[in-house]
């Protein structure tokens, strides 16, 4: 908990990188730092995490489609960073269930169209 800083800046641009594995080895990462940091460690990296997040899965129409175990372990990331925010998460809360439908309807319209 005393190198959080260092931690966080180097994991939330991993997010970012080119390579999909390394978006889920930094999403599994910070799943594993965020089970034992205090709430207040997490809150002032907590927007940059969810839109890190959010974005790996629904990156938009320019982007490439991500790798479906980059988006799998996006959703339990983000989850993890729920339960260790606690209360401070419900002012992220409406963008990640955006985020999270957003995700299920495109899912369920890639699916609906693999068959023409």
Do not use: W
Not at 45 to 63: E, Q, T
Request: with cysteine; aromatic share 6%; proline share 7%.
């Amino acid at each position: 908990e005393h190198h959080h800083e260092q931690l966080f800046s180097v994991l939330i641009p991993a997010l970012e990188d080119p390579e999909p594995r390394v978006h889920a080895h930094a999403a599994a990462a910070l799943i594993n730092f965020c089970e034992g940091v205090a709430r207040d460690t997490l809150l002032p990296y907590l927007d940059l995490i969810v839109d890190r997040l959010l974005r790996l899965l629904n990156p938009g129409p320019a982007a490439p489609q991500p790798r479906r175990y980059v988006q799998e372990q996006a959703i339990t990331t983000l989850a993890m960073v729920a339960d260790a925010s606690e209360v401070m998460f419900a002012k992220v809360r409406c963008r990640v269930c955006l985020g999270v439908v957003v995700f299920m309807f495109a899912s369920t319209m890639r699916r609906s169209c693999r068959c023409c």
